[in-house]
C-alpha cells in the first residue's frame, strides 16, 4: 500500500514537472482588436467567450486565412514552440485550424499547421494546438499567428497563448 502511495506521489510530482516545463512566451487575450491584423468580417464577441472577456469572432462565406498576430523575434531556439488557443465553431463546413509561419534569417518561412485535430461542424469550446520543433541555432525573427477556415461558417477564438516547451 505504501508503495503505491509513493508512486502515486511520484507521478504527481513527474506531471507538475511538466506542465512547469511549459513557459509562456506571450499571450494574446482577443478581449478587443488591438493589434489584430486582420480587421474584416471578424468582430468581438463578449457574449460567446472561453476566458469570460470576450473572444474573436471570424465568419467565412467563402475559405480564408485570418491573420491574426505577429510576434516580432521571440529570442527562443532548441524548444518545442507552441501555438495554442482556445477554438469554437457553428456549422462549419469544411475545416478549421490554427496556422503558425516561422520566419528564420536568410531561409525563409516555414509553416506549421494543426491539422491532427482540425474542427468541423458545431464544436464548443475546445484547446487546440501547432508545435515548431526549433532546432539548436534556428531561431525565427518573427512568428506569424493565423486561423486558417477551410470551409465556410463561423469560428471563435479566445485566449491564444505562445509557449514555449524542450524538443522531445
Ligand atoms: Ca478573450
Given amino acids: 500500500m505504501r508503495y503505491f502511495v509513493f508512486l502515486a506521489c ?3 510530482i513527474w506531471t507538475v514537472a511538466v506542465d512547469a516545463q ?6 494574446y487575450p482577443l478581449d478587443d482588436v488591438s493589434g489584430l491584423i486582420t480587421q474584416s468580417d471578424v468582430s ?3 457574449d460567446v467567450t472561453s476566458d469570460g472577456k470576450g473572444s474573436l469572432k471570424a465568419t467565412a462565406s467563402q475559405p480564408r486565412v485570418v491573420r491574426l498576430f505577429e510576434t516580432g523575434d521571440l529570442g527562443v531556439d532548441n524548444a518545442r514552440l507552441i501555438y495554442r488557443a482556445r477554438l469554437k465553431t457553428e ?3 469544411g475545416q478549421a485550424y490554427l496556422e503558425m509561419w516561422c520566419h528564420f534569417p536568410g531561409k525563409g518561412e516555414f509553416f506549421s499547421r494543426g491539422l491532427q485535430n482540425p474542427l468541423s461542424g458545431t464544436n464548443n469550446w475546445v ?3 501547432t508545435p515548431f520543433f526549433l532546432q539548436k541555432g534556428e531561431k525565427p525573427d518573427n512568428v506569424k499567428l493565423n486561423l486558417v477556415i477551410n470551409g465556410t461558417g463561423t469560428v471563435w477564438i479566445d485566449d491564444i497563448r505562445i509557449l514555449r516547451a524542450p524538443l522531445k
Avoid: Q, V
Fill in 44 to 46: 468581438i464577441d463578449k
Fill in 127 to 129: 484547446t487546440e494546438e
Fill in 10 to 12: 511520484l507521478l504527481a
Fill in 91 to 93: 456549422d462549419l463546413k
Fill in 22 to 27: 511549459e513557459t509562456e512566451l506571450k499571450h
